[in-house]
Each structure stands twice: as structure tokens, then as C-alpha cells.
């Protein structure tokens, strides 16, 4: 590839290590690509809320294309630029189809304000009895009702004991047009997303009126929700630690993000 306009990475398993730091070199590798005038872009899972945390590990405030492409957010402005969600006719539709294919499972719901910490929107809001897959000091435990009550971002489903993969492939067949699944851990959790929404529309929201086209764009990932960028970008790259359909959707196959995978591969054109 050439020299690349613009840098979109992951961040959890992929940008982070396993402590969610950036190691010094992988850091020294953005920071450098960052004054070589290309632009640097966080795709992630995450809500806006959890991104400021990267945002102090890297030391400045880039753009985050955040849950999987639902949101696009400025953390240096707090300010949510572009939202796409769920209405609530699907959310009802969605939840419906949960109950009856994957019994047992918990729902909850993302939702967003004008700002990544706005006290007036309750915005991880969960039906009574969900299990979080990770620590989640953030949720609001309301009725299912309450749940399907407003347009969400995404919508979880979650089972202990199941694989995230397993939930997929029994769910994907019932979505039906308004409604596609990704997942970022196979821990029994999968994330419904509006159609067509992934990393790859989020990054090209960012990047369309900069002038920059898919093939100036190199990406790094290492999960299913990164697949869709792996893909489109000019240059996908998956972490050593990635999932097999992120290893098969990219163009090169890196060390993992604890060996500094992502430095290794920006260093050939910075520093």
C-alpha cells in the first residue's frame, strides 16, 4: 500500500494491550504517523463513554467511530456528531425474536444523548436479570417494557454459558432486512445493529468529506465487528490475536496487541 491517508484502528484487543494501555512503541508509531499529516481515527464497540480513557492513553482526541458504527463521536468537544439507530418497531420485532430463538437470554440497550456523559439519557439501560459479560457500573436496570420504549443504538443479548458465535448463527436467520449481528467477544453476548451500520460506514462518514477513499485507508482489528472494515479499507490488517473471520477478511496478518502488531506495521512509512 501506499503511503496511507488515514488510520482507523480498534481498540480493544487491537490498539490496547491486555492491561488496556498503549505500549510506548505502538504509541511513538501514532504519534509519528499523526505529524506525518495522516489522519488517525478510533473503531470501536465502545459507547462514547468509554472512549475517554483511549483518549488519555493517546494523549490527544481523535474522532471515534463508536458501537460498531451507530455513532459518530468528537471526544474534544463531547460532542456526538451522527447517531443511527434501532426504532422502536424493531427493537420490539428484535426482542421478540430473542425470547422465542435463544431462551434464557437477558436483553439491554445503548442508548445516547447530545454528549458522551449526558445525565439526562440513562444510556446503558438493561431488562431485570441480565447477566453484563464485563464489568458495567454504568447500567440501569428497567422494565422490558421500558427497555423497547425508545430508539437504541444497539441492542445486546446476552446468555451465560453460550458462545457468542452460537447466538449468531441460531439469531442471524430470523433478523430479517432492518437489523444485522455482529459480536466483539464470544462470551455470550451478541450486538444487534441497525442495517447496514458497521465500522466500515462509520469510518467512511468520517472520511468522505475529507476526500479520502477506501483505498487510502488502512485499518486494524481483530474481531468479527471488525470485519466489515478489514474488508473495505484499501489495507485491512488483523491482529495476531484475531478471531478467524478477522484474519480471513484482511490483507495481512500482524503480531498480536501485546507484541505491538499495530507499531510493526505503521513503522514501514513513519518513523
Known amino acids: 500500500m501506499t503511503l496511507p491517508a488515514l488510520i482507523a484502528t480498534d481498540v480493544d484487543g487491537t490498539l490496547l494491550d491486555e492491561d488496556e494501555k498503549i505500549t510506548p512503541r505502538t504509541l511513538e508509531a501514532v504519534n509519528a504517523a499523526v505529524a506525518g499529516g495522516a489522519q488517525f481515527i478510533l473503531a ?4 462514547p463513554r468509554w472512549v475517554a480513557p483511549v483518549v488519555d492513553e493517546l494523549g ?4 471515534a467511530v463508536c458501537a460498531n458504527g451507530s455513532v459518530l463521536y468528537d471526544p ?4 456526538i456528531l451522527s447517531v443511527r439507530t434501532l426504532s422502536v418497531d424493531a427493537l420490539a420485532r428484535l426482542a421478540d425474536i430473542a425470547e422465542r430463538v435463544i431462551p434464557g437470554s437477558g436483553l439491554a440497550v445503548e442508548r445516547v444523548g447530545e454528549s458522551a456523559h449526558d445525565a439526562a439519557t440513562p444510556q446503558f439501560v438493561s ?6 459479560a464485563w464489568l458495567n457500573p454504568d447500567n440501569t436496570e428497567v422494565s422490558l417494557t421500558d427497555l423497547l420504549s425508545a430508539p437504541a443504538i444497539k441492542l445486546l443479548i ?3 454459558g453460550a458462545t457468542s458465535a452460537e447466538m449468531a448463527a441460531e439469531l442471524g436467520p430470523h433478523l430479517g432486512s432492518d437489523a444485522d449481528i455482529t459480536y466483539s467477544t464470544n462470551n455470550g453476548l451478541i450486538e444487534v445493529m441497525p442495517s447496514g451500520v458497521s465500522k466500515a460506514t462509520g469510518i467512511a462518514e468520517f472520511a468522505d468529506p475529507l476526500g479520502i ?18 474488508a473495505w479499507a484499501g489495507h485491512g490488517v488483523a491482529m495476531g490475536n484475531a478471531h478467524p473471520a478477522a484474519i480471513a477478511a484482511a490483507n495481512e496478518l500482524t503480531t498480536p496487541n501485546t507484541d505491538d502488531g499495530l507499531a510493526r506495521v505503521l513503522e514501514r512509512w513513519w518513523l
Not at 60 to 63: H, K, L, T
Not at 214 to 227: L, Q, R, S
Request: net charge negative; charged share 25%.
Open 158 to 160: 446476552r446468555k451465560t
Open 44 to 47: 470501536t464497540g465502545r459507547p
Open 213 to 230: 477513499g477506501a483505498d487510502e485507508i488502512i485499518t486494524f482489528g481483530d474481531m468479527p465487528n471488525d470485519v466489515s472494515m478489514l
Open 76 to 79: 474534544s468537544t463531547d460532542r
Open 127 to 132: 431488562s431485570p436479570g441480565y447477566e453484563h
Open 60 to 63: 490527544f482526541a481523535p474522532i
